[in-house]
């Protein structure tokens, strides 16, 4: 069946530095890939996402890049500030006959140490 | 505009007792979809509905489970007979009513499920 894979699972960096989230999927169909970001407690949050006739976005600190012929694409976060500690997910969107279903990477949790 | 919502935030059952779980999807959205997360771990697709339909339901266990989303109200996300595996956080999520080749969906804040 579809599944999507991220890593890392858990990374730790310095407030300033930059993090990279990796994602891969195995539909092809998959053409719309959202990235969440979950506080302790609280519901995941759309941050950014991208389409697949895009292969890169950028909003503020944030970015994300896509690789269709590889199928993976990644969330990179610059200037990292202790308020984006969180779990970030990514997931692939595809499209059925039925309407479309997303599945979820199994998140990274992260760390910025001040 | 609201958000997704959901009731209750918490929930503790008893085993053997039922549990129900509402989501009203954001003004507007007719898509709604419902993810188990377990602590740890991310989000598992449980089942995908519209309006009077369930669309797909590949996630969602065979026995105990049920899920609609009815003409009028929320949708129920509905588990008979709670067992202690039970216990997770229950999303909600919803999207627009047209969509092209992809669409964001919304969460809401989740319902915390306790079996007892």
């Known amino acids: 069946g579809e599944n999507v894979e991220q890593h890392p699972s858990t990374l730790s960096v310095q407030e300033g530095d930059s993090a990279v989230i990796k994602c891969t999927y195995s539909d092809s169909a998959s053409n719309y890939f959202p990235w969440y970001k979950q506080e302790l407690g609280k519901g995941p949050q759309l941050i950014i996402d991208i389409r697949s006739n895009v292969g890169e976005k950028k909003d503020q600190r944030i970015a994300v890049t896509l690789n269709k012929t590889a199928k993976h694409f990644s969330l990179h976060i610059t200037e990292t500030q202790p308020e984006d500690s969180a779990v970030y997910f990514c997931?692939?969107?595809?499209?059925?006959?039925?309407?479309?279903?997303?599945?979820f990477g199994a998140g990274t949790r992260l760390f910025v140490k001040a | 505009n609201a958000g997704v919502m959901q009731n209750p935030r918490h929930l503790v059952r008893r085993r053997g007792q039922e549990a129900r779980l509402r989501c009203s999807p954001m003004?507007?959205?007719?898509?709604v979809y419902w993810y188990r997360q377990l602590p740890e771990e991310g989000l598992k697709f449980m089942v995908y509905l519209q309006k009077e339909n369930i669309i797909d339901e590949s996630g969602m266990p065979k026995e105990r489970f049920s899920a609609e989303f009815p003409k009028e109200g929320p949708s129920i996300l509905r588990i008979q007979q709670v067992v202690r595996g039970d216990s997770a956080a229950y999303f909600c999520?919803?999207?627009?009513?047209?969509?092209?080749?992809?669409?964001?969906?919304?969460f809401g804040q989740g319902t915390r499920l306790t079996v007892v």
């Open positions: 999520a919803s999207s627009p009513d047209h969509f092209d080749r992809g669409t964001e969906a919304f």
């Open positions: 003004k507007g959205h007719s898509h």
């Open positions: 997931a692939a969107t595809t499209i059925n006959t039925g309407g479309f279903k997303t599945i």
